[in-house]
């Protein structure tokens, strides 16, 4: 069953690549007490992930600041090193956002949001969606129903949910 507002985001852990390598960061550290937008896409570097989706939340980082959020946080069901170079590319990390790796996808299903798109080569990966939580509670929720589609889950659409 997939994550709802009003539901506390579930534990575990994703990765980031850090000045020493791979870092574990457990999710409970990034939400408790705080107030985070977390957005997922299919992957990393695919087209509509990298041309709308992590662009409009770089557009976007300034209002999510000025609105008290604690932390941007990207999520995609991808390896550390490609998040990692996917933020520098994008621009994305020099925005501030956190370029996260869910590389087993466990936090992806533990949220209910997985999903396989066989023909395009996508196996256990994210849907596109995005939440803003205050203190690990969900409060605001955008889907997309189709994975190539980045309306309601764009930077914009939950910039003016909160």
């Not at 709802?4 to 960061?25: K, M």
């Not at 937008?37 to 709308?52: D, E, Q």
Request: aromatic share 6%.
């Amino acid at each position: 069953m997939a994550i709802s507002v009003g539901d506390t985001l579930p534990g575990g852990q994703l990765i980031r690549i850090g000045n020493a390598g791979a870092e574990a960061v457990p999710l409970e550290t990034l939400v408790k007490g705080r107030k985070v937008v977390i957005f997922a896409v299919p992957g990393a570097y695919t087209p509509t992930c990298h041309s709308a989706h992590v662009p409009s939340f770089i557009r976007t980082k300034a209002g999510f600041d000025a609105k008290g959020v604690d932390e941007v946080i990207c999520v995609s069901v991808n390896d550390p090193f490609v998040m990692k170079a996917w933020g520098e590319a994008t621009g994305a990390t020099g925005a501030g956002i956190s370029m996260l790796a869910d590389a087993d996808g466990s936090f992806t299903k533990a949220m209910g949001l997985d999903f396989s798109a066989a023909p395009a080569g996508l196996f256990g990966r994210s849907r596109r969606y995005a939440l803003y939580a205050e203190d690990g509670v969900v409060k605001a929720l955008h889907q997309e129903e189709s994975p190539g589609a980045c309306e309601i889950s764009g930077g914009e659409a939950m910039l003016a949910a909160i």
